[in-house]
């Protein structure tokens, strides 16, 4: 019995890519997630849209009365808010970072912290809704402002809550010792959804709390 020293090849190529290199191009799952991150582009860039629009046709923007959302008088939550998400994105970068070298402990070391960050943004954020709503009593009725406000920032952490919800999946799975440094899909696949969930806020804090 002889042996296909090309179909051994192959198989070791394909191992070495981390996907069957016979469909070629990106793995589906992760082009699935690359195809939803597009959607979700489009459909944020719709809501910057609606706010840009308010912006440039009423005559004031905000409205009188809500300057506390100036960025130099209601600062600290969303410049810690800030810090917090784009370290996390660096945690993550550093944990996709570990299982492309095989790194498994690195892996679930810089995930749970980047987990915890998450965490902890999301609690911030609730504490920063809870100030607008009880010490500025200004909530999403408050004018076109507060909904394009909490429509903004609300979808926003909706989507970090399903990063989060990823990230605790992505630690999971890597405890159980399911990714190598071949086949770490699910990995890259949330990698890339928390960097775009990272730059949506970057987005946001820059409209919203720095624009004149």
């Given amino acids: 019995m002889t042996v296909n020293t090309d179909v051994l090849d192959r198989q070791v190529h394909e191992e070495e890519l981390g996907h069957d290199a016979r469909r070629g191009g990106m793995d589906p799952a992760l082009l699935g997630m690359m195809l939803f991150i597009a959607s979700e582009v489009m459909f944020f860039a719709a809501l910057f849209a609606a706010y840009f629009n308010a912006k440039a046709t009423l005559q004031v ?10 960025a130099f008088k209601f600062p600290f939550l969303p410049i810690i808010m800030t810090v917090i998400l784009l370290t996390s994105s660096l945690t993550m970068q550093w944990a996709t970072m570990r299982i492309r070298r095989g790194d498994r402990t690195g892996l679930n070391r810089a995930v749970a912290l980047t987990l915890i ?45 399903g990063g989060v919800i990823g990230l605790a999946v992505i630690l ?4 159980a010792g399911q990714f190598t440094g071949r086949h770490h899909v ?14 949506v806020w970057v987005l946001l804090f820059l409209t919203i709390y720095l624009l004149k």
């Fill in 172 to 175: 999971s799975r890597g405890l």
């Fill in 117 to 161: 960050l998450g965490l902890a943004f999301l609690v911030l954020w609730a504490a920063e809704y809870a100030l607008l709503l009880t010490e500025h009593q200004f909530g999403i009725d408050s004018s076109i402002y507060g909904t394009l406000f909490y429509t903004l920032t609300g979808f926003h952490g909706a989507h970090v809550i």
């Fill in 186 to 199: 699910a990995v890259e696949a949330v990698h890339y959804y928390w960097h775009f969930v990272d730059v």
């Fill in 61 to 70: 923007f905000p409205p009188a009365g809500y300057e506390f959302i100036d």
